[in-house]
């Protein structure tokens, strides 16, 4: 199972970015989908999550600007990153609870992440 994370880059304060997060491998079942980030020489630290049901949860910062979402059918997730501020600036990564054939339970899987520039 892999977990591909893209859509990262450079953003001016108040401009939007989307990035998007594929899970590619041998599947039978995600459950949790989150995104965290991690800001230079600071902890990763959870930005939002979205169950297989749809419901979301999301830090305090970022409420109101992004907004989280997912395929299941497809086995993606996405966020839309509107209003970015600088303090936004951080490697972004995807985390998905994944179901694997003749496992029980589910594993985390990690993205490589991808780093979001905001500048003032």
């Known amino acids: 199972v892999q977990l591909q994370a893209s859509g990262g880059g450079l953003a001016q304060s108040g401009g939007s970015l989307r990035l998007s997060c594929a899970a590619t491998?041998?599947?039978?079942?995600?459950?949790?989908m989150a995104w965290y980030r991690q800001p230079p020489g600071k902890q990763r630290d959870l930005v939002a999550s979205?169950?297989?049901?749809?419901?979301?949860n999301y830090a305090e910062s970022v409420k109101g600007r992004f907004t989280i979402s997912r395929d299941n059918a497809k086995n993606t997730m996405s966020l839309q990153m509107n209003s970015l501020k600088p303090e936004d600036t951080a490697v972004y990564y995807c985390?998905?609870?994944?179901?694997?054939?003749?496992?029980?339970?589910?594993?985390?899987?990690w993205g490589q992440g991808t780093l979001v520039t905001v500048s003032s």
């Open positions: 985390n998905a609870g994944v179901r694997r054939p003749s496992y029980a339970g589910f594993q985390s899987y």
């Open positions: 491998g041998s599947i039978v079942s995600i459950n949790d």
């Open positions: 979205i169950t297989s049901g749809g419901s979301t």
